[in-house]
């Protein structure tokens, strides 16, 4: 199968979240300028830089609808955290994908533990097995180019603190994907989860090893 999108939109909305898959899930904390909370999750989310440490997660405003909360919040704030989510979280993960009304906190609202950030004004999730304390680097605006299309925008953070819950470190202190059971977006309303892993040397010696 070909498809051709030079000149004609894609059709199939989901077809792009089912090829890029798994996606890490970036469970956003922020709030706004009243200091009213808010959390929401978004699979368009990866690593954009190592060093500096700078994520990307792109989020949607559909002509249909206002832009989301989270989106506002930090245009308006300048922060945000980004909770990654493990199995035992993933049901109160999607059940705060549901829409409620501007200034609800769906924290609050779904029982979902949460505090403080320490260098940001943003909520971060308790039993988050790892938490990235988010500022604003910059956006860029994806604009629809045809019938159909969406406003995206990319976010750009830079993070100032990494919360890690330390029984997902490894004997090293490091964070263990598989210990910490973190999930993947796939297509659709699945999800997956980190199972079995494989280890293969990569054939080149990285700088300063």
């Given at each position: 199968?070909?498809?051709?999108?030079?000149?004609?939109?894609?059709?199939?909305?989901?077809?792009?979240?089912a090829i890029?898959?798994?996606?890490?899930?970036a469970w956003?904390?922020?709030?706004d300028?009243d200091?009213r909370g808010?959390?929401a999750?978004?699979?368009?989310?990866?690593v954009a830089?190592?060093a500096?440490?700078?994520?990307s997660v792109?989020?949607?405003t559909p002509?249909d609808?206002?832009?989301?909360d989270?989106?506002?919040?930090?245009?308006e704030?300048?922060?945000?955290s980004?909770n990654l989510v493990?199995?035992a979280?993933?049901?109160?993960?999607v059940?705060?994908?549901?829409?409620l009304?501007?200034?609800?906190?769906?924290a609050?609202?779904?029982?979902?533990?949460?505090e403080?950030?320490?260098f940001?004004a943003?909520?971060?999730?308790?039993?988050?097995?790892?938490t990235?304390?988010?500022?604003l680097?910059r956006?860029?605006?994806?604009?629809?180019e045809?019938?159909?299309?969406?406003?995206?925008?990319?976010?750009?953070?830079r993070?100032v603190?990494?919360?890690?819950l330390?029984?997902?470190l490894d004997?090293?202190?490091?964070?263990?994907p598989?210990?910490?059971?973190l999930?993947a977006?796939?297509?659709?309303?699945?999800?997956?989860?980190?199972?079995?892993?494989?280890?293969?040397?990569a054939?080149?010696?990285?700088a300063?090893?």
């Open positions: 199968m070909l498809i051709d999108l030079r000149d004609a939109p894609l059709s199939d909305r989901g077809l792009m979240n890029v898959a798994p996606r890490p899930i956003i904390g922020s709030q300028a200091g808010n959390l999750p978004f699979s368009h989310f990866n830089s190592g500096p440490a700078i994520i792109s989020m949607n002509d609808r206002p832009r989301k989270t989106l506002a919040n930090i245009l704030t300048g922060v945000f980004v493990s199995e979280l993933l049901p109160m993960m059940a705060t994908s549901a829409p009304p501007k200034g609800m906190d769906e609050a609202e779904l029982g979902v533990a949460t403080p950030c320490d940001i943003a909520p971060r999730v308790v039993q988050a097995p790892a990235l304390e988010c500022r680097y956006t860029i605006e994806i604009d629809p045809r019938e159909g299309d969406t406003l995206s925008t990319l976010v750009l953070g993070v603190g990494i919360h890690l330390d029984e997902h004997e090293k202190s490091r964070f263990d598989k210990r910490a059971a999930v977006r796939s297509a659709g309303i699945q999800y997956l989860t980190v199972g079995e892993t494989v280890a293969i040397p054939p080149f010696k990285r300063g090893s």
